[in-house]
């Protein structure tokens, strides 16, 4: 079965600095990988997503992430935090049976 | 404008109640899926609908039921034998299979609270 692990809780980072949220997955075929981002009491929205092609994937927000067969990684990057990037951000992976599988979250705070 | 409107954003049930949580797309998508989400968890499926009157079970479908008999409705019923039912519900649709690239769009969420 698919999986996929968050290893950070929490992550403070000051505004202005850069920012990079680890991601790894477990499933033995291709796997269709996603970030999104949750603030508070609301729902999950898209920051990208990895289907195929190239491994560095944009996405809103300034947000990249890239894909790393190798490690089984798909660490989300941003190169200049903003006070308002602060929420949760979720990994997940599509695994069998067309389900997506996330991770347990990163609480991002932003330090002003 | 095009969406998922979940309702009622939250919700109070006393013990040994059911509840029902529900769940619109206008958004002309295939599959539906609920989430529940519990803090230092990450979201866990509960149940998924591919095409109207047929769904799967999730991870964790006990304590829960859902129907699927029209195509832009998925409401999800907490029983009265779901011992831990206080958190956050998502609800979400995609297109088509995921395997083609398509997305999953969630709603905003109901809070539900056993009191």
């Known amino acids: 079965a698919q999986s996929v692990t968050q290893p950070d809780i929490h992550i403070t980072v000051s505004e202005g600095a850069s920012l990079e949220l680890r991601c790894n997955y477990s499933y033995g075929a291709t796997p269709y990988l996603f970030w999104y981002v949750q603030s508070p009491g609301q729902g999950l929205q898209l920051l990208l997503k990895?289907?195929?092609?190239?491994?560095l994937v944009q996405g809103i927000k300034g947000f990249e992430a890239e894909f790393k067969r190798s490690q089984s990684s798909f660490n989300l990057r941003k190169p200049s935090v903003h006070w308002s990037d602060a929420a949760e951000y979720f990994c997940?992976?599509?695994?069998?049976?067309?389900?997506?599988?996330f991770g347990t979250g990163t609480q991002l705070k932003v330090e002003l | 404008d095009g969406g998922i409107t979940q309702s009622p954003k939250y919700l109070f049930r006393k013990e040994g109640q059911n509840v029902t949580l529900s769940c619109e797309q206008n958004l002309n998508h295939d599959a539906m899926y609920w989430y529940r989400q519990d803090p230092g968890q990450g979201l866990r499926l509960i149940y998924y609908s591919q095409i109207v009157n047929d769904f799967q079970k999730g991870d964790i479908a006990e304590g829960y039921s859902v129907s699927r008999e029209k195509k832009e409705s998925f409401p999800l019923t907490v029983t009265s034998a779901q011992k831990n039912p206080t958190a956050f519900y998502l609800c979400?649709?995609?297109?088509?299979?995921?395997?083609?690239?398509?997305?999953?769009?969630f709603g905003e969420g109901s809070w539900l609270t056993v009191v």
């Open positions: 990895y289907f195929s092609g190239d491994t």
């Open positions: 979400a649709s995609s297109s088509d299979s995921l395997y083609s690239g398509n997305t999953i769009y």
């Open positions: 997940a992976v599509v695994g069998g049976g067309n389900k997506l599988t």
